[in-house]
């Protein structure tokens, strides 16, 4: 199945940091035997309402493939990261 993962990153991370985050979460993927299909890097950007004391992040959305089962695991990978303040996955419908 195809879904899309939006995660939002605290502003307080170095380049480093985030690019080093950013394959440790398409690793997460890989390793569940999933497909990247598309990258998009927002950049820093507001947020709409203060989250932890932060009112920035740097946002970025994933399109893959992923069984249901590793969904999952996935989204409690996310919610044991520290630097990510925020994620949603969404199941996307394909044509």
């Known amino acids: 199945m195809a879904y899309e993962l939006m995660y939002v990153v605290r502003p307080t991370t170095d380049e480093q940091a985030l690019a080093a985050l950013n394959e440790k979460v398409e690793k997460f993927i890989a390793n569940a035997g999933g497909e990247i299909l598309r990258r998009d890097d927002w950049g820093k950007r507001r947020l709409a309402f203060p989250i932890t004391k932060f009112t920035e992040g740097f946002y970025r959305v994933l399109q893959f ?31």
């Open 65 to 95: 493939k992923l069984t249901a089962s590793a969904v999952r695991y996935l989204e409690r990978n996310l919610k044991l990261t520290e630097e990510i303040l925020r994620h949603i996955v969404t199941r996307v419908e394909t044509e």
